[in-house]
C-alpha cells in the first residue's frame, strides 16, 4: 500500500514557470523526503522536511509541511528545461528506526522549452 | 566514488529461469534495501538489511530471497522466475548515523520476464 499519494500525477508548463506538486500521506511521520527520477535512472534526493518544521528551502526548491492536514508540497521555482523529471515523495514506514520509507506514485513533470 | 552500483542493467529471463542481482555500495552504509518498480505504482519495498549478516522482508518479499554477506554487497535472487517479477529494480542504501536518513539508490536493473 501506498503511503504517500501525489496530485497530479502529470503537469506540463513551460520554461520558466513555478511547479507545485502535492504530497498526501496517512499516518504520522517524524520526515518527508523528496526524490526526482529521470527517465532511465535511480532516484535521487532532493530535500527532507522534519515534522517540527513546516517550510524549508534549497536553491529552486521550497518544501512545505502541514502535518495537521498530513499533506506536504514540492514548489520549484522558475523552471527548466533539465528539471523535467518525475518526483515522488517518500516517509519513514516504522518511525526511522531502519530508514525504511514508503513511496508516492509519483508527479511527471514535463517542462517544455 | 561511484556510491551504488547495481549489475547488470538489463536482463532477459525465461519463466521459471533463475538469476542474482548484485548491489555493492562504497559508502560504509549499514543499511540497505531492494525496490521495484512498476508503472502507476511508484516503489515497492521487496526485503532490506540493517546490517551485515541480517535481512529482512519488505512490502513485497515472495518469490525473492537476499543475502548480505559482506557490509558492501546486498544481492537479490530470483529462484525461479515469473512474467508477474518483470519490472525494474532499484537497489538503495543509506547510514543510520546521526541524522542522515536519506537513501541513495542505484541505477537499476530492467528485469524481463518471457
Known amino acids: 500500500s501506498q503511503q504517500g499519494e501525489e496530485d497530479p500525477q502529470a503537469l506540463s508548463i513551460q520554461e520558466g514557470e513555478n511547479a507545485t506538486m502535492n504530497c498526501s500521506y496517512k499516518?504520522?511521520?517524524?520526515?518527508l523526503q523528496w526524490y526526482r527520477q529521470n527517465s532511465g535512472r535511480g532516484l535521487v534526493h532532493l530535500i527532507l522536511?522534519?515534522?517540527?518544521?513546516r517550510e524549508k528551502h534549497s536553491g529552486r526548491l521550497r518544501v512545505t509541511l502541514d502535518t495537521s492536514k498530513k499533506s506536504s508540497s514540492l514548489l520549484i521555482t522558475a523552471s527548466r528545461a533539465a528539471d523535467t523529471a518525475s518526483y515522488f515523495c517518500?516517509?519513514?514506514?516504522?518511525?526511522?528506526?531502519?530508514?525504511?520509507?514508503?513511496f508516492g506514485t509519483g508527479t511527471l513533470l514535463a517542462v517544455q522549452p | 566514488n561511484a556510491g551504488v552500483t547495481q549489475t547488470p542493467k538489463f536482463r532477459v529471463l525465461k519463466t521459471g529461469q533463475s538469476m542474482t542481482l548484485l548491489c555493492a555500495q562504497d559508502?560504509?552504509?549499514?543499511?540497505m534495501y531492494w525496490y521495484r518498480q512498476d508503472p502507476g505504482m511508484g516503489l515497492r519495498l521487496i526485503h532490506y538489511?540493517?546490517?551485515?549478516?541480517?535481512?529482512a522482508k519488505g512490502e513485497v518479499p515472495d518469490g525473492y530471497n537476499v543475502s548480505r554477506l559482506k557490509k558492501q554487497n546486498f544481492l537479490l535472487g530470483l529462484e525461479s522466475a515469473a512474467p508477474s517479477q518483470t519490472s525494474v529494480y532499484f537497489c538503495?542504501?543509506?547510514?543510520?548515523?546521526?541524522?542522515?536518513?536519506?537513501?541513495?539508490f542505484g541505477s537499476g536493473t530492467q528485469l524481463s520476464v518471457l
Open positions: 517518500a516517509t519513514p514506514t516504522d518511525g526511522g528506526a531502519t530508514n525504511k520509507l514508503i
Open positions: 499516518t504520522s511521520i517524524n520526515n
Open positions: 559508502m560504509n552504509h549499514e543499511y
Open positions: 522536511i522534519r515534522s517540527n518544521e
Open positions: 538489511s540493517v546490517g551485515e549478516g541480517t535481512t
Open positions: 538503495a542504501s543509506s547510514d543510520p548515523q546521526g541524522t542522515n536518513e536519506k537513501l541513495f
